[in-house]
T-cell receptor, first 114, second 111 residues
Framework: DVKVTQSSRYLVKRTGEKVFLECVQD?????MFWYRQDPGLGLRLIYFSYDVKMKEKGDIPEGYSVSREKKERFSLILESASTNQTSMYLCASRPYTGGGTEAFFGQGTRLTVV | AQSVSQHNHHVILSEAASLELGCNYS??????LFWYVQYPGQHLQLLLKYFSGDPLVKGIKGFEAEFIKSKFSFNLRKPSVQWSDTAEYFC?????????WGAGTKLIIKP
């Protein structure tokens, strides 16, 4: 079974803190993604990576950055957390960009910024 | 750009009722379509997908979906729902290198 593991299920951080969300996948997938999930808005893509050290902005990259130093690990960084970044963050991986391949998701990290 | 619409944000049904959740995407050509489900407290998981061939696709737990190219639709169906189907359901379409997601439908099944 493909496993995508996010380092924390719940996080509470203070405004202005630098926050790191970690994601590891164990199936050698090329592509990894970070989404945020908010009620009524579905999943919105923050960043994705198609290879080590490669990254592309998604639909809502402002206030975020990412790092992919190893193929299995994709980190999301909130440079200076703000209350409007309170959300559920989902990491996903996908084997390649072929259209029919599915994405595999982690359990999600519910981040609250106070 | 490609977009996905899910018509109902909340659906409440009684057990044994039939279910149909709507999903429309914005433009055609070759599309790959997915339905994912998120049970309470669990990760998103694939219910079914359409890649090519038979437009009627069967998935896990008795779900099926029909791809109708002329209507740009990929509706999810189940003939008889159970309480355990309570979850949020997401439709997605592949566009270039990423999946484009609908806003989701929260389904509540009353026992």
């Amino acid at each position: 079974d493909v496993k995508v593991t996010q380092s924390s299920r719940y996080l509470v951080k203070r405004t202005g803190e630098k926050v790191f969300l970690e994601c590891v996948q164990d199936m050698d997938h090329e592509n990894m993604f970070w989404y945020r999930q908010d009620p009524g808005l579905g999943l919105r893509l923050i960043y994705f990576s198609y290879d080590v050290k490669m990254k592309e902005k998604g639909d809502i990259p402002e206030g975020y950055s990412v790092s992919r130093e190893k193929k299995e690990r994709f980190s999301l960084i909130l440079e200076s957390a703000s209350t409007n970044q309170t959300s559920m963050y989902l990491c996903a991986s996908r084997p390649y960009t072929g259209g029919g391949t599915e994405a595999f998701f982690g359990q999600g990290t519910r981040l609250t910024v106070v | 750009a490609q977009s996905v619409s899910q018509h109902n944000h909340h659906v409440i049904l009684s057990e044994a009722a039939s279910l149909e959740l709507g999903c429309n995407y914005s433009y055609g050509g070759t599309v790959n379509l997915f339905w994912y489900v998120q049970y309470p407290g669990q990760h998103l998981q694939l219910l079914l997908k359409y890649f090519s061939g038979d437009p009627l696709v069967k998935g896990i737990k008795g779900f099926e979906a029909e791809f109708i190219k002329s209507k740009f639709s990929f509706n999810l169906r189940k003939p008889s729902v159970q309480w355990s189907d309570t979850a949020e359901y997401f439709c997605a379409v592949n566009s270039n290198y990423q999946l484009i997601w609908g806003a989701g439908t929260k389904l509540i099944i009353k026992p």
